[in-house]
């Protein structure tokens, strides 16, 4: 069988859009380059021709407006954010337009935009090239918040979004890029059905995670394993809005919650988790008391020296289970 | 067209313009335009009274002196263009759809609006005729309105987008961004600057190195004209033209219409904008150029019009305000558990 890694697996979701829906587009920079987005848009605007694919000037702001604009006219257009970090000038359209859009005029319009953003950290790029803020998003109604883990997902919760009648972030990580799979023949799947996935069985400890972390949660897992320490790891996926069914179910059967973030601890998505898990279960259900890993509370530093210890990896996840957690 | 002199016309208060040219205009046309800029003024003076009373909830942002500009800009529209406005729109949405009955239920809240009670006077849509949106949020409907006409040349349908906005709203930077991009794409859209030389309480003279704001389209090479905004002839053929243009070949416009608001920045007074005290010998003399008034003396003096018809007109309009204005008020408020409703499309 043929493996697929995660960023072909998100061509290959751009190619299943542009080929079987016309009113699909995508705009955004860089999108005529790989050295923004990698391979994931790789020849489409040869295939598809550079007035579906647009490589627009640096106006995050007009660009994801217009977008939003479009989607509310019958189109289903993809903007690009090649990194989140410039993203932020956009935010007036995705908070205070594209999310309310729907609501304010009574349901007769709708802005089913998908804005892909790309998570993009490490090799010493600092503060303002780094930043995962998947956890301001999901604070907003009205907005869906998707963030692929698995090669799969890559492809398929990209068309769900494109194909979903709501505006959605699509948050893909470039720490993921490289992950490979084999993947399922494509079935369009409602993001409304999508929830939390649990990606390994296990009865000791829940471990919640999304993105590159549930990459690391399922690293950490399999050494747990070994030394007789079952992890359940679910995979959040849509981190807004937020379904708890599947993971309080876990934690029942565990009495042990784990929450693993890539973004920072306050009000962060770990936050939400832990306390939409801990208001819902009896007193005294949990053997120990629920915890989260996250990012320090710094912005991303530049030096490599920092780096090491800003980033989450594997072995800090052990060490951290072993210290706060008696199984 | 007010290209030359113009800021001597701004200055001056006591600047008299030339009658209105009605040559090679329809008298049906002229009466339209009459009778829609009356029922526009009658609808807003009914709601600023009805602020005043507090029988309206929500603030109000009322364009009272300023309705040639929509309706001599919905004159060339169709039902498939996509139009966007801002806090100030109640002409704009009147222009393409004269229900009043959607209006003044929308800004008592009730289920029956515009936006089904849950917008009120500051989000507006009626997407049947092509209105797609108002929203308070200075320049926030801008690049929608860009990519409204982006996806309208990209389904090769020929329809247009309208971007309404104010003066204040060309101080934001994703205006400028908005205009380079319809630009340097192609993008069939028309900006429809309202000029009316005030954002809230504050002077253009406070704000801007020019009381004009043309030359922000001639920095991306879009083709503009500044226009007498109390004219409804020269906003609707210069409005025509564009659109006319934009119609079989797409590229943006953009139209400044210099204007005035008879009330203040928000709700009913006249004497106040957000508590700073307005200037009553420059609203006097605003009101001497009466876009209505100015087009119906020139009907009356061009034997189009009499002040039989006018008598007539004034009672079709304060009937027609009056008897939505009851209906409206009859109307039920949304339902208390539709509270979550339309958060999400596909729920």
């Known amino acids: ?327 | 067209m007010l290209s030359e002199g113009v800021e001597n016309f701004i200055e001056d208060p006591n600047f008299i313009f030339p009658e209105l040219n009605l040559s090679q205009i329809k008298p049906s046309y002229l009466e339209d335009f009459l009778f829609s800029m009356s029922l526009i003024r009658a609808a807003e003076i009914k709601i600023a009274k009805a602020k005043k009373n507090g029988l309206i909830k929500g603030p109000v942002h009322l364009g009272v002196g300023q309705e040639a500009i929509a309706v001599g800009v919905s004159k060339s529209l169709r039902d498939t263009d996509r139009i966007f406005g801002a806090h100030r729109s109640h002409s704009h949405i009147l222009g393409v759809d004269k229900d009043l009955r959607k209006l003044f239920a929308e800004v008592l809240g009730r289920k029956t609006g515009f936006s089904a009670g849950m917008g009120g006077s500051m989000h507006l849509a009626s997407k049947s005729k092509g209105f797609m949106g108002s929203v308070p949020i200075v320049t926030g409907t801008v690049p929608l309105a860009v990519g409204a006409g982006l996806a309208s040349k990209l389904q090769k349908s020929s329809d247009i987008a309208i971007s309404y906005l104010g003066d204040g709203a060309t101080e934001e930077g994703v205006f400028h961004e908005s205009l380079n991009f319809a630009r340097v794409s192609n993008i069939p859209v028309l900006f429809v600057v309202e000029n009316n030389l005030f954002s809230s309480h504050m002077h253009m003279s406070l704000r801007q190195p020019l009381n004009t704001i043309n030359r922000f389209a001639k920095a991306h090479k879009i083709k503009a004209k500044l226009l007498d905004g109390n004219d409804v002839i020269e906003i609707y053929k210069t409005s025509s033209e564009f659109i006319k243009n934009m119609r079989s070949k797409p590229e943006p416009y953009l139209i400044e219409a210099i204007t005035y608001r008879w009330f203040g920045h928000v709700d009913w007074r006249d004497d106040i904008d957000v508590g700073v005290a307005r200037s009553k010998k420059d609203l006097l003399n605003w009101k001497k150029r009466d876009p209505i008034k100015r087009l119906r003396d020139a009907m009356i003096n061009k034997k189009i019009w009499t002040n039989e018809k006018q008598l007539n007109l004034d009672v079709k309009v304060k009937n027609l305000v009056e008897e939505n204005w009851e209906t409206a008020m009859k109307d039920d408020f949304p339902d208390r558990n539709s509270l979550l409703d339309n958060v999400y499309k596909d729920d």
């Open chain 1, 1 to 327: 069988m043929i493996k697929t890694s995660y960023s072909e697996a998100i061509l290959s979701g751009f190619d299943y859009l542009l080929q079987n829906y016309p009113e699909v587009f995508v705009l955004g920079q860089g999108l005529w380059s790989p050295w923004y987005v990698g391979n994931t848009m790789k020849n489409l605007d040869k295939k598809y021709g550079k007035e579906r694919i647009i490589d627009t000037p640096v106006s995050e702001s007009a660009c994801t407006g217009a977008a939003i604009g479009a989607s509310i006219c019958g189109m289903k257009p993809i903007v690009v954010h090649p990194r989140m970090d410039f993203m932020m000038y956009a935010m007036d359209s995705i908070v205070n337009q594209a999310a309310k859009w729907s609501y304010m005029f009574g349901g007769q319009l709708n802005a089913p935009v998908t804005i892909r953003s790309i998570i993009n950290r490490g090799g010493s790029q600092g503060a303002q090239h780094s930043q995962a803020l998947h956890s301001w998003f999901a604070h907003i109604p009205g907005i869906r918040v998707v963030m692929p883990s698995t090669v799969q997902d890559a492809r398929d919760l990209l068309i769900s979004s494109v194909l979903c009648p709501d505006p959605v972030i699509y948050i893909d990580d470039k720490w993921l890029y490289n992950e490979t799979d084999i993947l399922e023949p494509i079935k369009e799947i409602s993001l409304n059905s999508v929830t939390p996935q649990c990606l390994k069985k296990g009865d000791k400890i829940t471990i919640v995670s999304s993105g590159f972390s549930t990459l690391l949660a399922l690293k950490a897992s399999t050494f747990l394993n070994r030394v007789g320490i079952g992890a359940e790891v679910f995979d959040l996926r849509v981190l807004n809005p937020f379904n708890s069914k599947n993971i309080l179910d876990s934690v029942l059967k565990t009495k042990r919650l784990l929450v693993i973030d890539s973004g920072w601890k306050a009000c962060g998505m770990s936050s939400e988790v832990i306390t939409s898990i801990v208001e819902q279960i009896p007193t005294n259900t949990l053997i120990n008391p629920p915890r989260r890993i996250t990012l320090p509370n710094s912005p991303a530093p530049s030096s490599e020296v920092h780096e090491k210890d800003y980033y989450l990896n594997e072995e800090k996840i052990i060490k951290f289970i072993n210290a706060y957690y008696v199984f």
